[in-house]
């Protein structure tokens, strides 16, 4: 769960030192909002990791089938799937070393929050990582 520590809240912290993301669920259907957070966060100059099953590009960006696939060094993930696919995917979240599981708004998973907390992994649930992100830009 995020915090505020100090006056200095975990998400700003997160955003601000995060360079690569990867998006569990970004669908090619750009009148998803997995896609229009997945434009912004490219627009943003993030590094973006589209993982979808179905196709094999999005946003001009290679798809991958799951967090396994990807060399580079993951700092976010993403989920835009239902709570439950958390379970599955938290052991790949720890296997590629991401310091953050996101799961977007309306998506929650307590016993994964529990979970990240005993593994030090940061946990956002229910929140939408674009708002966030233009909420620290002011």
């Not at 990807?70 to 700092?75: C, L, P, S, V, Y």
């Not at 799961?103 to 307590?110: C, E, K, P, V």
């Amino acid at each position: 769960m995020w915090r505020d520590f100090k006056g200095v809240s975990v998400i700003s912290e997160i955003l601000r030192n995060a360079k690569n993301i990867a998006i569990v669920g970004l669908s090619p259907n750009q009148s998803k909002p997995s896609n229009r957070v997945g434009q912004y966060l490219a627009a943003q100059n993030f590094k973006i990791f589209p993982i979808y099953p179905k196709f094999d590009e999005i946003l001009g960006r290679k798809v991958y089938r799951n967090l396994k696939e990807i060399n580079d060094k993951i700092d976010i993930v993403v989920m835009f799937r239902k709570g439950e696919f958390a379970n599955a995917l938290f052991s790949d979240v720890l296997a590629c070393g991401a310091k953050t599981l996101w799961l977007q708004l309306g998506i929650f998973n307590d016993r994964v929050a529990s979970l990240a907390q005993k593994n030090g992994v940061n946990f956002i649930q229910n929140k939408c990582i674009m708002i966030e992100h233009k909420n620290l830009k002011g």
